[in-house]
């Protein structure tokens, strides 16, 4: 490449106002720098500069002006030196600052993260609320917050834990109910991924996120709302009174190469192709598969064809997977070809280390994923490879599209995300996101008091539930249950439902205390009345759930490989395992929940009190304190060796994570290792991922104070 050349035609881009091409063409320009090993000359940082691109300027080589520029641009994200932010970024962080609450559009490669780190740091605010999609974006996220601010703010991300004086609350929308009572007042509220708020985008999910926004506004003081690809906002509700930015503005550059047309139907020449494109070796590759199906039909091709690597932490990590899951699971005998994969039922600290392994240089090369890691992990790679242009069983629709090629590249490691097209792409069109009142939430109490007009068809809806309710309760009764009852579901149908039942079938609700027996042979009745509360969804038949659930109830006391060897006798593998112990944790505890709510409001003279089996359920039937600790990166095998070490007592029911984690930090890594002896090398690979992510940057007194 002649560097002038490139440099001259990067000028005349900027001349005739086509700046978005003229930063590509840059972005290029250094890639191809990069590549050979050339440092950038005062020409190429000049045009860094005038294309907004402020953190790539290298001040080794830059004038006095874009050293000034580099400086300027500075910000304090919480880290041990300020960082530069691009233009785009510090127009963001500068309309926070001025108290606006703001709707932003930008690209997945634009750094929404720093602006959120910038804003806690200089503003210095006592309740921030971070809503995000998944587990395990509430997790990533919280590791970058908790070394940064770890040493001032009580970071919390699982459910029901006891508020600081600052407080820093990162979970998905499912979990934030808990806080909306005890949260009196948030200085910003954070949505991430807010289009998931429409039905269009997330229909299951859709409205109680809607129901955590309705929730917290009326609490906070600003709002801050992120998402990709969208170009029109419609006027709604939940968004009024917040500017809305659309920010098109990338860091990195998308290279396509788009092979679906002469591959056609051709499932073969599909194989071949993508065998050719990983045989390449370009760099870490994300292979979007669209469906489980597909995950296993990848699965099976890649360890047919592709070579073991001679590689430690691999056979390490494989070695593990055979003794704490299954030795003949696709993932076990995966690992050691150098891909793992990625979707929303596997553990989180199972997805957590796949993640790490491929952020190491030694680990992991390639990952196979549904949506979940386009969805919920913000990873990229310098490759993407779109293998199915499903999502399930509907095809993907552009703004998903861009979401998954949007993979692609990442600041200061890949200038260039290579992209890959298998199966043919959707027409390109413009997102406009509109957000409704979502019909389950009508007659809520958040829905009441949001202060919101609604339609004829709306509040003949919300008088027909209120008639309904009424009819159930007794006015005054509702009105009290409507105003002080908190329940887990965003359906009034199926509230609804449950206290049409209850109210029709009374007497065999009578004994719902059995639940909380010791027994499992005592729960078939009740288990089987609960899943029928919502037909489907659970995973598999009614029958097998209930078998599944029983012996899920020794998961504490048995390994993993012990419980799969019980389920034989049920067909169930360990893929469905996950699946099934996830809609356990969530689904059947919720149900339970608002089941145990709305009976105790309908027979106050003998209310039950079903905290004990709620609790066990929403945990897997593991020790709170170890479940919760999943989600840190601390698989329950390795806190059931330190259980028994006498390390710490994990089944004592008043410890709660937060102490926990405070007794892991006491005794550090190197004691603990001392302490509990029987520990593996991938066990202490693992602990070493987990005290990165429970340690934070100590500060000063006075930064403290702030």
Not at 93 to 112: E, H, Q, R, W
Not at 362 to 367: A, E, H, M, P, S
Not at 401 to 423: A, D, P, Q, S, W
């Amino acid at each position: 490449m002649d560097v002038f050349e490139h440099c001259h035609k990067v000028n005349d881009l900027l001349t005739t106002g086509q700046d978005a091409e003229a930063r590509n063409e840059t972005i290029k320009l250094l890639a191809t720098l990069r590549e050979d090993g050339l440092a950038y000359s005062p020409l190429v940082n000049r045009l860094i500069r005038d294309v907004g691109l402020f953190p790539y300027l290298d001040a080794r080589t830059a004038s006095w002006q874009e050293r000034y520029v580099s400086e300027v641009f500075k910000a304090d994200v919480g880290g041990e030196e300020p960082i530069t932010l691009h233009r785009e970024q510090s127009r963001l962080l500068n309309a926070l600052l001025d108290g606006k609450s703001i709707a932003v559009s930008a690209p997945t490669s634009f750094g929404k993260s720093f602006v959120i780190d910038a804003f806690i740091s200089m503003r210095n605010p006592s309740n921030v609320v971070i809503i995000v999609p998944t587990i395990a974006l509430a997790d990533e996220t919280r590791r970058r917050l908790q070394r940064k601010f770890g040493g001032r703010y009580k970071i919390i991300t699982t459910s029901d834990e006891t508020l600081s004086s600052k407080n820093i609350l990162i979970f998905p929308q499912e979990r934030a109910i808990g806080y909306v009572r005890a949260l009196r007042h948030i200085d910003i509220l954070i949505v991430d991924e807010f289009y998931k708020a429409s039905k269009s985008f997330d229909k299951e999910r859709s409205p109680s996120l809607v129901r955590a926004i309705m929730s917290f506004s009326k609490v906070a003081s600003q709002r801050y709302f992120l998402a990709p690809n969208i170009e029109v906002l419609e006027d709604n509700p939940f968004t009024e009174g917040m500017e809305f930015l659309r920010l098109d503005f990338n860091t990195v550059v998308l290279e396509k190469t788009e092979i679906y047309s002469e591959i056609g139907r051709n499932e073969q020449k599909k194989s071949e192709v993508l065998l050719g494109i990983l045989n390449a070796n370009l760099g870490k590759t994300l292979i979007y598969a669209g469906t489980y199906t597909n995950v296993a039909k990848i699965s099976t091709l890649l360890m047919t064809h592709l070579e073991s690597l001679d590689r430690s932490l691999l056979a390490q990590f494989r070695a593990w997977l055979a003794k704490n899951y299954d030795p003949n699971w696709a993932l076990t005998n995966l690992v050691i070809k150098g891909v793992g994969f990625h979707n929303g039922q596997l553990h989180r600290s199972l997805s957590q280390i796949q993640i790490r392994l491929f952020e190491e240089e030694g680990g992991i090369d390639r990952i196979i994923s549904t949506s979940s890691i386009i969805e919920g992990v913000n990873t990229s790679a310098e490759v993407v490879v779109l293998w199915s242009n499903k999502n399930g069983t509907a095809r993907i629709n552009n703004f998903t599209y861009k979401n998954i090629i949007g993979r692609g590249g990442r600041m200061f490691r890949h200038f260039v995300g290579k992209i890959f097209v298998l199966e043919e792409p959707p027409d390109d069109a413009s997102t406009q996101l509109q957000i409704e009142m979502p019909e389950e939430l009508l007659g809520t109490s958040e829905a009441e008091s949001f202060g919101m007009e609604f339609t004829r068809d709306q509040v003949a809806a919300i008088e027909n539930y209120k008639r309904s309710m009424q009819e159930l309760f007794g006015s005054d009764d509702y009105q009290d249950f409507l105003e002080n009852d908190v329940l887990q579901s965003s359906s009034t149908h199926l509230v609804l439902n449950i206290a049409r039942d209850i109210k029709a079938n009374s007497a065999s609700w009578n004994g719902l205390g059995y639940l909380n027996s010791d027994d499992p042979d005592r729960w078939d009745h009740y288990l089987y009345k609960l899943i029928n509360l919502l037909p489907g969804g659970w995973g598999v038949e009614y029958g097998k759930y209930v078998a599944f659930v029983k012996i899920l109830s020794k998961n504490w006391l048995r390994s993993i490989p012990e419980l799969l060897g019980e389920l034989d006798d049920y067909d169930i593998g360990i893929d469905h395992f996950f699946e099934l112990e996830r809609n356990t944790a969530f689904k059947l505890a919720c149900l339970l929940g608002d089941v145990h709510t709305v009976y105790n409001r309908m027979n106050t003279r003998n209310p039950v009190d079903l905290t004990p089996a709620i609790s066990r359920m929403s945990h897997a039937f593991l020790p709170r304190v170890v479940y919760n600790l999943e989600e840190y990166g601390m698989p329950r095998m390795i806190s059931k060796k330190i259980h028994l070490a006498g390390v710490l007592n994990l089944e004592d029911e008043t410890l709660d994570v937060h102490k926990a984690l405070e007794s892991f930090r006491t005794i550090g890594q190197e004691g603990l290792t001392r302490s509990v002896g029987d520990l593996d090398d991938f066990d202490m690979y693992i602990l070493r991922y987990f005290y990165e992510g429970i340690e934070f940057r100590r500060e000063s007194s006075s930064a403290i104070q702030g």
